[in-house]
């Protein structure tokens, strides 16, 4: 966003400033190859400072709270940053802590999480010395960051113990809170049918109540139990807690935000994007990446006192890494559920949609030098529009 | 697509969900309890008025929001809805299968 909008706003009239707590800058889709030792630490970490661009300044340091009708927002170290308009960009983070036993003495010994850096760290330790058993990949609740993470993992340990040749030692369950593999029905499908094909057995309405770390189950509100030698859950996402502190969030700390526009609905000069919102679009970063195009135009039609373009779609486009060097990739929005079919470009592709192949694979891994390269640096992907293209799919 | 249910025609989607939610009553929340194996009580009925009124109010279900409305709590909700309790009650409450799940 301040990529694009230092390019619009005159230097002179703007000061655009990013706080950020943190020094280095996480390539967080990179934290699902990093237990099967795909990744590395060095390939997903870089210092923020190499990213911003000229003329942008980045404060390194915490916010207390924001106070959005006094238009302030109130940093720990007593400063107070004023400003006209406000981007809130503060994601979504896990709370393990919602379950009861979820961070117990088991955790990061048989219960981990990969939605962390330090906890995608651990596992991959872990596996290098297991050796096997029964292994559950479980998400606690929707929604969370990219919802096909989890699938993804189990694909990719499938794969890993196969390469290591112990897959017969080990037993791969998909425990699910939604009733199928994914929530649309035509990729429901399409990965139930991966995930019997793999010998992974799924788990769905399972809505957990607690991990019992002594008996090593997990259980549920209904009293189902399912038991494990190596957890591996995706725990309640939240919003972050300064979103909460400044009374800006909902149950889950997330910012009600105008599904279209991408304003608060509370405060005009309040902008939202990714993670932070409640809209009802995946929680994934090709969504954060559209919506920054769509955001842009609308916050240069606010400064100039024009309505807003009521435009964003919920357009996502995501990778799915299946194992063995294949991928599947959907796209989608609000209305369009994913479906089989070509893209980008209609009837030629080169990726293929809802259909398992190599080449989706090398997207999903040059995805990583995009992002680095064009995504952060606000350059527009060529080819692909912010909002869905309905061109090349195969809706009934 | 059209049911027949408690006498009469209503509109439902192809996984059972009424889509038009001004055609819903209570002799029909009491047929659809059945197709679930379900008696409806008083306590089932006040779990039901609370999520239509929600509905009413779009404001979007989840569990977790359930659990903390005061109305009833989550181990409960599961002894009267078994399973999937939230759609089960869902597809009685003649409201469409909550969305929370993206």
Redesign the interface.
Known sequence: MANHLRHHLEADLWEIDIIDERTEHHYQPGYLFLPFDIYTPEDIIKPIKDFIPRGVNLINDSIDRVMPAENYVQMVNGDRLRYDLLIVATGAKIAPEEIEGMKGEAWQKSVFDFYTFDGALALRNKLREWEGGKLVVHIT???IKC?VAPLEFAFLADSYFKDKKMRDKVEITYVT???GAF?KPKATAALEHLLDEKHIKIES?F?I?RVDNEQKMIVD??GREIPFDLLVTVPTNKGDEVMARSGMGD??NYVPTNKATLQSKNWENVFVIGDATNI????AGSVAHFEAEILTENILHYIKGEPMKDEFDGHANCFIETGGGKALLIDFNYTHEPVEGTFPFPGIGPLRLLKESRMNHMGKLAFRWVYWNMLLKGVHIPFVSSNMSEAGKHYD | MDKQIAGVTVQVNEEGYMTNFSEWNQQIGTELAKEANIDMTPRHWEVITYLQTEFRNDVPLSIRKIGKSGVVDIKEFYALFPNAPLKTSSKIAGIPKPASCI
């Open positions: 609740e929707m929604p919802p809170p939604m009733s929530t309405d809505a109540e509100y209904g149950d889950l009802a679009a995946s929680k």
